[in-house]
């Protein structure tokens, strides 16, 4: 049998079970018939929210039958030749009754043609074609942004999405000063990333993809303003239904301090930072604990530190990791620092964070090397809570 | 008969509805401390402690590899520490096989559970069950038991005024125990009138919400002498885990204590409990459960749980009488306590509770609803 765009004409037919929507047979109860130059007939019976499809020489009982050449059914069920110029041409005529034969177009979702494969280029090009019309304006309001796209590699190129005035437009290439530039040493992995196959985190940690600019926008902006990139292979394979059971499981919790925590906790409300001393190393601990643990002794010596002291460990975190105990969701990118508090030697350090227009001015500490003085900025109204200390700040 | 292990000492902090004021790390480290006062063992590589056994549990603790918490006050830095997540029971067990198999002379076994904590101990049972199925039905091991309760009710003849039996004594004999949980002594009457949980089970039948920490030093035969004048030893273990969807056994059946049983009992050469063994600690989490396990354990005849209490069976072959699970200790490490009333009869530190004579006891615990899992172990004077 012939094919054409790929498609065989029994393909449609083949697949019209798969296809029906028992929705849009309601109350029917009638016969098509289908008579395909060439090719054959095939006979659908719609009763009882239920059909049948079967080739067959006998048309008889149908109410309405349709009559095309192979080429033209196909082109029509897969959407490359428009129905109403080959109705209105001749080239697809129906017997009997017409107007009964219109409801066979509720019938079916519509026929996608399987595409064996796409490379990356022609998923490039049909992601960033697919920009405009998955754009939501609603979303827009206000914003002036325009984000470029910098994809490497033997299939790579250059875009850039610019929103202004609640409009959207594409251009292949990058101008002026992007909002935020997100690069891709290989173009591939940005395909892969777009259609799930990677996450974002593991191409930054790995170093194959880095941003520019206001990260912000691109984290948090972009999801919101475009419809998800659909997967133009992913349409063809018959969907298995999928069973999924969402479960929260909550449970809440009294966590007692303890006296040693409690003693720490306490300290915070009243601005002062204390650790413990071991009786026999001389080590310090932040936050206190009950017992030094190498030398499984109880330390009950509580000294006040800091509250001063200067960045021993840092980093930059750009996931918006929520807070368990409140579900809400850090401001990204946050700077994680432990702070070698004064009193303190070695690796006995306070872990907090770092004021965020701060977050590049930090330099760690390491061996003879200084890091960057901080001291605590308090919460007004302290409660005993490692909040009480908002963040810590350069101590200029 | 095999190779033994000895219990040198034990500690335990005492039971309690609720340690507010306390984490469960400063449950664990008065006993932690006085077992290193009672033994002298010390930490070195060659001849100390190199490996810790603790028992906790994820849900209950609400944090993930919940012995990651305590390690630092059970003396677990730098050295092996792995956690019994199932009934503390097995922990001995596994402490058996260690030294047993000459892999370590010395372990440290702790154990913590604050029950107080967690809202809902029945919502933390529920999280044993199966996603899809079970758990949406609101399964928990209140509402299982109650299923076995009522088979094994009908089959052995125990009946509510048997149970109302089982609770009063409970409490009185706790009363001679000082590391039990405090709670007020009760008659029969009130028993009965307590209000239905799940019927056949009464609130007074279902063990109380508890907190305690525990700890035990375990050791080789060879070197027990550095560490105690007066061992106890287990000699005999075994464990069964039964079919885990409820729908699919007999509830009323004692299959798998029974095999557990049979298991500890050759090893430790038992050839009839009713004679060789002198005190039995049963892990009654609900009161039909004393009967029940009886029966599994060997003491009472099958089917006759009722009659047996009736015939006096729970004082003749002293039967918890530190008060048993019935009386208060976290769920999880049921196991644990039992076995170590078991110590304090065999080493006569038992007290007023105190069997005369005693050379051999049994501990038996469960987990899961329904006792789904059993385990069994045989102690020696």
């Known amino acids: 049998m012939a094919e054409y765009w790929g498609v065989k004409v029994e393909d449609i037919f083949n697949s019209m079970q798969e296809r029906f929507r028992p929705e849009g047979a309601k109350d029917l109860d009638t016969v098509f018939g289908y008579d395909i130059k060439d090719e054959g007939k095939w006979k659908l019976t719609v009763k009882d929210n239920k059909i049948k499809i079967e080739k067959t020489d006998d048309l008889s009982g149908s109410v309405a039958t349709m009559q ?23 080239k697809v005529k129906v017997e009997g009754d017409m107007a009964a034969f219109g409801k066979t177009g509720k019938l079916f979702r519509k026929f996608v043609i399987a595409q064996k494969e796409m490379t990356t280029k022609d998923y490039l090009a049909d992601m960033f074609a697919t920009i405009v019309p998955r754009f939501k304006v609603s979303e827009a ?10 994809l490497g590699g033997p299939d790579g190129g250059k875009w850039t999405v610019f929103i202004k005035d ?19 040493n290989d173009a591939k992995d940005y395909v ?34 475009f419809e998800k990139y659909k997967d133009p292979l992913a349409g063809n394979v018959p969907q298995q239904e999928l069973i999924v059971l969402k479960k929260t499981i909550g449970l809440n919790e009294k966590f007692s301090t303890g006296p040693i925590m409690g003693k720490f906790l306490k300290g915070l409300k009243e601005k002062k930072i204390y650790a413990n001393k071991c ?13 030094c643990a190498d030398c499984r002794v109880r330390v009950n010596e509580i000294v006040e530190v800091g509250p001063k002291g200067e960045v021993r460990y840092m980093d930059i975190v750009y996931y918006a990791m929520p807070d368990p105990l409140t579900g809400a969701v850090r401001d990204t990118p946050y700077g994680g620092i432990n702070v070698l508090m004064d009193g303190c030697k070695g690796n006995e350090t306070l872990p907090h964070f770092i004021r965020k227009d701060q977050i590049e001015k930090i330099q760690m500490g390491w061996n003879e090397k200084k890091g960057t003085r901080v001291r605590p900025v308090w919460e007004e109204n302290r409660i005993g809570d490692i909040w009480d200390i908002k963040y810590f700040e350069i101590d200029e | 008969m095999g190779k033994r292990m000895a219990i040198c000492a034990v500690a335990q902090i005492k039971n309690d509805a609720e340690y507010w004021h306390l984490r469960f790390q400063n449950m664990l480290l008065g006993c932690f401390e006085s077992i290193m006062e009672q033994t002298k063992v010390t930490f070195d ?64 076994f702790m154990g913590h559970c604050k029950e107080s904590q967690g809202e809902s101990r029945r919502m933390i049972s529920n999280l044993a069950y199966d996603p899809f199925y079970s758990r949406p039905l609101g399964m928990d091991y209140h509402n299982v038991d109650a299923l076995q309760a009522r088979a094994y009710m009908e089959k052995s003849k125990v009946t509510d005024e048997h149970l109302a039996k089982i609770v009063v004594r409970s409490r009185q004999n706790a009363k001679k125990n000082p590391y039990a949980r405090e709670n007020k002594l009760v008659n029969e009457q009130e ?61 009323a059946s004692n299959f798998s204590l029974n095999n557990a049983s049979k298991r500890a009992y050759e090893k430790a050469g038992i050839k009839d409990p009713k004679k060789d063994i002198q005190v039995f600690e049963l892990s009654d989490h609900a009161a039909y459960q004393l009967p029940m396990w009886a029966e599994g354990v060997g003491i009472a005849d099958e ?79």
């Open chain 1, 166 to 184: 609640n409009v959207c437009t594409v251009t292949a290439t990058i101008e002026g000063k992007p909002t935020v530039t997100l690069e891709f």
């Open chain 1, 279 to 291: 009786p026999q190393c001389g080590r310090m601990q932040l936050p206190p604990r009950e017992v």
């Open chain 1, 68 to 90: 095309a050449d192979g080429e033209t059914f196909v082109g029509v069920n897969t959407g490359n030749v428009d129905a109403t110029n080959a109705f209105m041409g001749g």
């Open chain 1, 141 to 150: 309001a206000g914003l002036d942004a325009s984000f470029a796209f910098d």
């Open chain 2, 303 to 381: 089917g006759k749980g009722g009659k047996w209490i009736d015939d006096g069976g729970m004082d003749k072959f002293n039967v918890n009488l530190s008060g048993g699970q019935l009386n208060g200790n976290p769920l999880l490490l049921g196991g644990a306590a039992r076995a170590m009333e078991c110590y304090y009869q065999l080493s006569g530190q038992a007290g007023d509770r105190q069997v005369k004579g005693a050379k051999r006891a049994v501990a038996q615990a469960a987990t899961g609803g329904a006792g789904q899992h059993q385990a069994v172990i045989v102690m020696e004077a």
């Open chain 2, 191 to 251: 028993v009965l009138n307590s209000p239905m949980y799940a019927d056949p089970l009464r609130e007074l039948h279902i063990y109380p919400v508890t907190d305690w920490a525990y700890g035990m030093l375990l050791c080789c035969e060879d070197r027990v002498q550095e560490f105690t004048k007066k061992p106890v030893w287990v000699t005999g273990y075994g464990s069964c885990m039964d079919r885990y969807f409820l729908g699919d056994k007999d509830l």
């Open chain 2, 45 to 108: 590589m060659e001849k100390g402690i190199r490996n810790i056994i603790t028992c906790s549990d994820d849900l209950f603790d609400a944090r993930t590899i919940s012995d990651n918490g305590i390690t630092d006050v059970v003396g677990a830095h730098f050295r092996g520490e792995e956690k019994m997540a199932q009934e503390s029971i097995n922990g001995l067990g596994y402490a058996m096989a260690s030294i047993l198999s000459g892999h370590d002379d010395v372990i440290l």
């Open chain 1, 192 to 225: 892969d990333f777009i259609l799930g196959k990677i996450d974002s985190q593991s191409l930054m940690a790995g170093g194959k993809a880095g941003a520019k600019g206001d990260l912000n926008m691109m984290a948090s902006k972009w999801p919101v303003l």
